[in-house]
């Protein structure tokens, strides 16, 4: 079932070939699951400009935001929060048999905006979700984190290489 505030009709705003529309409106990015974790956009829904340009057989569409992305770091696991800047255009011409230029998020005229932006966003991530750009991550021998460790902190012992156990008899 389709929320009715991330659609649109793109029917009712009437516009003939040639013509363009651009709306302010608001989006509400779906959460996103990212390697088993939640993240979602900081404050649930973000300003965005929607682009609207009517051509002979259908919509090219741009749609613009910038949001804060709340997550897990994947080094330290602790909470991330990264600025992420989204730039995306779609292509929507129905009678088309190149599925290229058949839109995803277009059915029936309806835009889902919810899903576009959703997928926008995820498409927009850094490779990796860092709580900050230096994150030290987890210590691998005892699990605590290194950003706040001093220097030295974390030389464990190392136990010897058992596959050299035969030579050591040796000595």
């Known amino acids: 079932m389709r ?5 649109i009709d793109l029917a009712r705003l009437l ?12 989006v509400s990015p779906d959460p996103l699951v ?4 939640e993240a ?9 400009r929607l682009d609207i340009s009517r051509t002979a057989a259908g ?5 613009r935001f910038s949001g804060e992305l709340n997550g897990t770091c994947v080094r330290c696991l602790e909470p991330a929060r990264v600025t992420v800047e989204v730039d995306s255009r779609e ?5 088309a048999t190149d599925e290229e230029l058949l839109s995803p998020y277009v059915d029936e ?11 926008a966003l995820a498409l927009a991530l850094p490779p990796k979700l860092l709580c900050r750009e230096d994150c030290a991550g987890l210590c691998p021998v005892c699990g605590e984190s290194l ?5 030295g902190a974390h030389d464990h012992p190392k136990d010897p290489d058992p596959r050299w156990a035969k030579l050591r008899e040796l000595q």
């Open 3 to 7: 929320d009715k505030r991330q659609t």
């Open 15 to 26: 516009l003939s070939p040639g013509q363009g529309k651009r709306l302010d409106l608001q």
């Open 34 to 37: 990212l390697a088993g974790t």
């Open 40 to 48: 979602s956009v900081a404050d649930g829904a973000v300003p965005a």
């Open 59 to 63: 919509y090219a569409l741009r749609l």
């Open 91 to 95: 292509v929507d011409q129905p009678t």
């Open 109 to 119: 005229g309806v835009l889902d905006l919810g899903a576009w932006s959703r997928d």
């Open 147 to 151: 950003n706040d460790a001093e220097a």
